[in-house]
């Protein structure tokens, strides 16, 4: 009878999970989406799906889900409806690249990031949605004396946060005195080599092992598309994806998650090349300690930091090292560089877009004339001055005398200061008993003896 029931309750766990094993897969070849992002119904992301495909699971409360992978059309749905999400390929193309001249040596790439990233404390969540446009300068080998830059580099960059506390906080900012996320510094990968079982094919599929788990799947389909999922928590080598990462690999940082996603696009014979980028997209989670991640924060205290980055490449072209250089000195208007979105980006998510209106929608004119400023914070007016007035400036500094009018006019308000805090603080006492003098004391003494001689009185 035990054995009965223990089978019969095995059994119906086991469909339970085969009921919520919904995968994600190519509409056109089914096969497993590695690495794809999955939204909750308010823009949060719940997880990505696993080396098969598989969706993590998600409650009634959260969906529908979106469905989000570099290199496809975002989709909505349902996972109560459907056990398998086929996802459309994107056919946006880049634009070519055309090489004139021996003399266009460096290659230049222009992105577009989206980012979300969510810092936790014990008490404060903050939130920030940051979308910016960033460069890359990529030379052909070491052989150049021009070094380029494989890390992005920030041109334009607007930043939305959201604060929230236990105690029921609710504020939006365009702002914030701390930097929180990771995109700054997962660069543009090495160009990697294609694994022999898929190099000389038109299409495959090729699974590579790292010491602990999957480290890399390929995926390669005949419309010259290549897509690369990389685990870099999967052993050391993995690192190789994310160079200039690697300083953060340390004993008091805990990475639980790194995914990596890259897409490469009209790749011809069996090399890929830097040309062939058309973008990539990761997701950490890491946990550690204030002074330890991002140096800011309370120094002991726990903070956990998720980042999800889609880096897209809306432009590349080769030029010459003349051109590179000016574009590295930013020899050009930066006022007037603008957010150029990618056509390959979905819609911003109704929560992304209520956020962007709510802060768009501060008037700041407003809330700084309501604000008293403290007058003790601001300084007196500033003479005008001359010619004369500089060069007196000049020689007083040079013969110590503003020094030491300084240091005066700072003990003389120190002094002020400690007067004003003591009669602030003083107590009030009476003052203390006088001793009398010899007519009260003769008047106490004849009144005390005409008590003693009173019928009724005390005598001796």
Known sequence: ?????????????????????QTVADRATRRPLAGASIFDSRGRLMGIADEYGRVPYIGADRIPVIVRCLGYKEKTVNLADIDTIFMSVSTTALPEVVVESPRLKVLHVLGYVREYSTLTTMTDTVFLFREKMVDFMLTPGSSMKFKGWKK???LKSESYYRFTDRFGLDSVSNKSSYHFSWSDWVSIVPTPRMPEA????PSGTETLYGKYSQSEIWRRDDDGSV????????DASARKWVPEFKGFFRDDLDFQKFNLKVNYRNVIGEEITDRDLSGYSFAIESEGRGRDMFMFNRKNERVSVTTYAEVYVVDREYITVKEARKWKNMDFDTEALVIIPSPDAPPLQPHIVELIARIEGIDHTEVRLDFTPDERLAGGPSPV????????NVLKLAVGISQYRGRKNFEKNWRKFTEQCRNRNVVISLPPKQPLDSCEQSTQRSDAEKRDIEPG???N
Request: aromatic content about 4%; proline content about 2%.
């Open 1 to 21: 009878m035990k054995t009965c029931l223990i089978s019969l309750l095995f059994l119906i766990l086991f469909q339970v999970a085969c009921a919520k094993g």
């Open 152 to 154: 992005p580099r920030v």
């Open 198 to 201: 898929i190099r000389s094919v």
């Open 227 to 234: 897509n690369i999922d990389v685990n870099v928590l999967a």
């Open 385 to 392: 001055e001359n010619i004369g007035t500089r060069v007196l």
């Open 457 to 459: 009185g005390e005598g």
